[in-house]
């Protein structure tokens, strides 16, 4: 049973390009969280789809959106591209909430020039 | 508004003892409790989740942690460490009422002393 896959691994872009980044879930799952984890910090939460719906969204401007599919899987999208934005991104996949446990991929590595 | 504080940023600890990592947080309502584990260039690892119920929870690879309501702590704890526990440990919170989303520490890197 494959767990949460990330495509790409590693990105590397410059200042004000955009980027897309995809998230498969773990089989069974049918929600997907986005978060954002800065070098040395926690992972900073982005945004939630479910039902093909943005469900929560943190405290992060509208230059990151997102999309999911009916296949469950999802797209996170970032805009205007800033040196802030370089971090490790996390996709994470659960069922049942609250309750269930969120599981997370093996994130992408976005470096920003 | 939910939040978490570990208020050790490095543990370290002798191959054999006892490890404890350190969690408090704090929610308006219910809270579920949660720890991950991240090795260097990986994802978080779930280790194990406070619901309802016992307020001893055990995990994977022998780990388990106790919930204090009173002193809205959950803290993680091994009974004996192995070197291969050296990595960065997450906990997190989600109010059981409004959050979907989960709220992290700041981490707390364990190293475990041959």
Redesign the interface.
Known sequence: DAGVTQSPTHLIKTRGQQVTLRCSPKSGHDTVSWYQQALGQGPQFIFQYYEEEERQRGNFPDRFSGHQFPNYSSELNVNALLLGDSALYLCASSSGLPRGTQYFGPGTRLLVL | AQS?AQPEDQVNVAEGNPLTVKCTYSVSGNP?L?W?VQYP??????LL?Y?TGDNLVKGSYGFEAEFNKSQTSFHLKKPSALVSDSALY?C?V?D?GS?????????TQLTVLP
């Open positions: 978490v579920y949660f991950y260039n990986r994802g978080l690892q779930f989740k619901i997450f997190a989600r059981e959050a979907r989303q989960l709220t992290f520490g700041s981490g």
